[in-house]
T-cell receptor
Framework: DQQVKQNSPSLSVQEGRISILNCDYT??????FLWYKKYPAEGPTFLIS?????DKNEDGRFTVFLNKSAKHLSLHIVPSQPGDSAVYFC???????????FGQGTTLQVKP | ETGVTQTPRHLVMGMTNKKSLKCEQH?????MYWYKQSAKKPLELMFV???????ENNSVPSRFSPECPNSSHLFLHLHTLQPEDSALYLC????????????FGDGTRLSIL
C-alpha cells in the first residue's frame, strides 16, 4: 500500500495563475515533508520542506501547507510560470535513517 | 564541479554481465543514498550510507551490492540482473540523515537485455 499519494497525475494551469498540487499520507507519525521538482532527463530538485510543528512554509512563489488532522499537504505556486512545467513529487521522511517515501508525482503544465 | 554526479548516464547490459554505477558528490555531505525509479512507480529507496556505514537496506536483492569507500563516493555493483531491474537509478546525498533535504544526481538509465 502506498503511504504517500498524489492522486492527480497531471495539472494544467494558465501562466500567472495559481497552481495547487496535493499530496496525502497515511501515517500520522510522519513529521517532515518535502516537495521536489523534476525536469526530463534530470534528477529531482529540492523545492521546499515543512516540519509538522508548522502548518505553512513560504519561499518566494512557493508555499507548502500542512494539514495534520487530514494528513494532507499541498504546494501552491503563484504566479505560475511556463518554466514551472515539470513533474512535482511530494515526499515524507520515515524514521531517522533518511529514508524518503515519495508519491507518484504530478505533471504540471503551465501554458503561456 | 558541484552537486551530485552519476556515471554512466545510460547503461545496457545482459543478465549475466557485471557492471557498476558510480556516484560522486561535491557538497561535503556525510550521507548518501541509492534510489530506484521503475516505470510508472514512485522513487523507491534502496540503500542509505551515513559516514560510510550502511544504515538502511530496503530489502534489496543481493544482486545489487552497494559500496561506499568514503563520504564522497558511492557505487552500486550489479550482477546477474533481471529484466525487471531495468529502471532509472538515482543517487542522492545530504548533510546528515534526518531532517535534511537530499540532493539528487541525474540518474543512470539501466536497461537489462
Amino acid at each position: 500500500d502506498q503511504q504517500v499519494k498524489q492522486n492527480s497525475p497531471s495539472l494544467s494551469v494558465q501562466e500567472g495563475r495559481i497552481s495547487i498540487l496535493n499530496c496525502d499520507y497515511t501515517n500520522s507519525m510522519f513529521d517532515y515533508f518535502l516537495w521536489y521538482k523534476k525536469y526530463p532527463a534530470e534528477g529531482p530538485t529540492f523545492l521546499i520542506s515543512i516540519s509538522s510543528i508548522k502548518d505553512k512554509n513560504e519561499d518566494g512563489r512557493f508555499t507548502v501547507f500542512l494539514n495534520k488532522s487530514a494528513k494532507h499537504l499541498s504546494l501552491h505556486i503563484v504566479p505560475s510560470q511556463p518554466g514551472d512545467s515539470a513533474v512535482y513529487f511530494c515526499a515524507v521522511l520515515s524514521g531517522n535513517t533518511g529514508k524518503l517515501i515519495f508519491g507518484q508525482g504530478t505533471t504540471l503544465q503551465v501554458k503561456p | 564541479e558541484t552537486g551530485v554526479t552519476q556515471t554512466p548516464r545510460h547503461l545496457v547490459m545482459g543478465m549475466t554481465n557485471k557492471k557498476s554505477l558510480k556516484c560522486e558528490q561535491h557538497l561535503g555531505h556525510n550521507a548518501m543514498y541509492w534510489y530506484k525509479q521503475s516505470a510508472k512507480k514512485p522513487l523507491e529507496l534502496m540503500f542509505v550510507y551515513n559516514f560510510k556505514e550502511q544504515t538502511e537496506n530496503n530489502s534489496v536483492p543481493s544482486r545489487f551490492s552497494p559500496e561506499c569507500p568514503n563520504s564522497s563516493h558511492l557505487f552500486l555493483h550489479l550482477h546477474t540482473l533481471q529484466p525487471e531491474d531495468s529502471a532509472l537509478y538515482l543517487c542522492a546525498s545530504s548533510q546528515e540523515t534526518g531532517r535534511q533535504p537530499q540532493h539528487f544526481g541525474d540518474g543512470t538509465r539501466l536497461s537489462i537485455l
